[in-house]
Every structure is written in structure tokens, then in C-alpha cells.
């Protein structure tokens, strides 16, 4: 399949909201997508992770630990256990040991606590939704306001939840088609950091696959010896045979030190789009330039940071905070909007 032009009318640079405004609500909650909304997103972000009963929800990692009150809940004392995914050691409780109906029993809370300490207010007012959730929450947004709101689902982990039996792709393209989304005219993108799981979608679907790449390491599925690998013009020629475009770890476009690499005119060059992540406004994640102060819980110039990138020829962004993303590309190049 051929992946095609984005949709007539669709902003030049898409505003992608990373796990909803998670800058100021707790990230993959109906609360966060929904001010990501109002804000001005052109499309939402749920991180998928499946059930214990096949059922698809919205939470960046399958380890809740740290993103629900679940510690809170005796009756799953015992469910804590401790597993290796994706090489990684780590203790806590996971979706794929929950029912659905166990979940929504659990209320979402912020990860960031020390960074974000104004979302703990919205600690407990919120369930984890489900991805059929996402899309009703995008549509009925779409209808009320007159634009377009897509969705933009990655999938995580998935070598590791096929070994277990619980496979991502088929469910998620099911669910997708569900909704009446199955072109490359739907808003939709689709999104992983392991290659063969999206080269399987790109034959079960026409929607827009990205592949993620970040500034270290490889493929969990081992699909390539390392994610520099990949981007090289070579191998971004090979992606291009599968996906509409490349999610690179933004310091790969613009490192530290301030000079831009020739990764977005690579990729360009292969047919690629090219939306990096993830745009953050405190002085922990921005990049040296743009930070105000020394207290990293601060927020520095986060407009500038995005601004930089969008001159730089990006075609969209991932960003924490779509509030300051729809100001800074209102405010770059006319192009952009």
C-alpha cells in the first residue's frame, strides 16, 4: 500500500497531544484528552496496553503503578508481581493481570508529582479509558466543534503482549475499523517504536503508520541493529516502504549543542513526514537554550523551543502542553498553519 497525502485542509504542522495536555491533568485520562480539545490538538494520544480480558486501554506503560492509586486497593495486594519486558526488570502491578471491570475500579493519578504538582488536584477523579473511550471522546468533539480530532495510538510493547497472548495489532485495526477509520484519509495515525508489528499493520490497514525512533538503542522486536541504524538514507528508504513517516526523539533533529542534523531533510527526501517528540515546558526536559532559571519545575520558553523546530521543517510535534503548541504555531512561519 501506498501511503498518501494528509487530508485536505489538515494543518501543515499537526499539534499532537501527548497523552492529552498531560502537562495539566494526569496524563491518559478522559480529563487530559478533553483539555488537549480545548486547547486546540488536532489530534489526541493513547499509549495502548491490552487486558487481562483483550481489551484495549490508555496508560503509557502496562506497569500502573505509578499512574493509578492501585496500592491503595488491598484486594489486589497480591497481583503485585515483578516481570521483564523489553529487557527491563520491574516491580508492580499490570494491566494484563486486571479484568477491565478490576481496572475501572482504579482511579489515575499524576506521575510527575515533584514536576507537576498542581495536577495532584485531579488525583482520583478519573478512570483509565478505554480506547473505544478515545474515540467516542474524539468524535463527539469533532461533532461539537466543527474540526476535525483525530487519535494517534501507539502501541506498546507489542513483541512482549504477543508472547503472552495478548497480540495488540488485530484489536486495534478492529476497533479502528469499528469507527468507520480504515484509509489513509482517516485521522488516524498509528505508532510504534518496534518495526515488524507495524510492517504487519501496514498489511492489514491503509491507515498512517509512524515509525518511532528514539537517540538511543534498537528495536525491542530486534528488527534493526539500532534506531541510528535506521535513519540513515538508506534506512529511511526502507521505512518508507511501510509507514508515512518517522516519530524521532526531538535531539536528533536538534541536539544540545545547537546544531541541526540533516535528519528532517532525509527523511523529506524518502517521502517521509516527520513529527518529533516530546515538547515539554519545564526546565528538566527543554533543551538548554530555552530554559529561564535553575529550578527545573519551572517553566521555561517552551513556545521558542517549538517555533525552532517548526522552522527546521517539521511536519508535526508531540507536546505536554497543546496550549502553548497551538500559540507557538500560530505565531511561526504562515506555512505552518
Known sequence: MTQAAPPAGAPSVLLIAHRGASGERPEHTLLSYQLAIDQGADVIEPDLVPTKDGHLVARHENNIAETTDVVAHPEFADRRTTKTIDGATMTGWFTEDFT??????????????????????????????????????????????????????????PSYFASIGLPLEKRLVDALQAAGWDSAEAPVFIQSFEVENLKAMHAMTRIRLIQLVAGSGAPADHAAPSYAAMMTPEGLKAIAAYAYGIGPERTMILPASGTPTSLVADAHAAGLRVHPWTFRAENFFLLPAWRRGTDPAAHGDLAAEIRTFIDLGVDGFFTDFPAIGYEARETARPAAR
Open 100 to 157: 477491565l471491570a478490576e481496572l475501572k475500579t482504579l482511579r489515575a493519578k499524576e506521575r510527575l508529582p515533584q514536576l507537576r504538582p498542581g495536577n495532584t488536584a485531579y488525583d482520583g477523579q478519573a478512570t483509565i479509558p478505554t480506547l473505544d473511550e478515545v474515540i467516542a471522546l474524539a468524535k463527539a468533539a469533532s461533532e461539537k466543534t466543527g474540526r476535525t480530532i483525530g487519535i494517534y495510538p501507539e502501541t506498546k510493547h
